[in-house]
Nanobody, 119 residues
């Protein structure tokens, strides 16, 4: 099984920055894409940013220009650099990875990391 683990959440003031990390681990697997989602209380989970194996990125309109997704291929790790944070960015952030392992597709979620933007 490929495990996905997030880290880096916390409390930050409006206008501040935070970097989240998401590491995939396991044996003999490849990654097609990794995604960051977020879910605020009483709201549906929404896609925030994605990065493919080819390096293509995609962002939700609400975070364009403020968030940047990047990756460290040897470490199987994806980062979400968040800047100019707003109170409405407060949510639990989840990483989702997908790819192939032993000829079969895999997809897994991390446990989530809380981001709170408040003064």
């Amino acid at each position: 099984q490929v495990q996905v683990v997030e880290s880096g959440g916390g409390l930050v003031q409006p206008g501040g920055s935070l970097r989240l990390s998401c590491a995939a681990s396991g044996s003999d697997f490849s990654i097609n894409a990794m995604h960051w989602y977020r879910q605020a209380p009483e709201k549906e989970r929404e896609l925030v940013a994605s990065i493919t194996s080819g390096g293509s990125t995609n962002y939700a309109d609400s975070v364009k220009g403020r968030f940047t997704i990047s990756r460290d291929i040897p470490k199987n790790t994806v980062y979400l650099q968040m800047t100019i944070l707003k109170p409405e960015d407060t949510a639990a952030y989840y990483c989702n990875g997908a790819g192939w392992r032993y000829g079969r597709p895999w997809s897994n979620w991390g446990q989530g990391t809380q981001v709170t933007v408040s003064s």
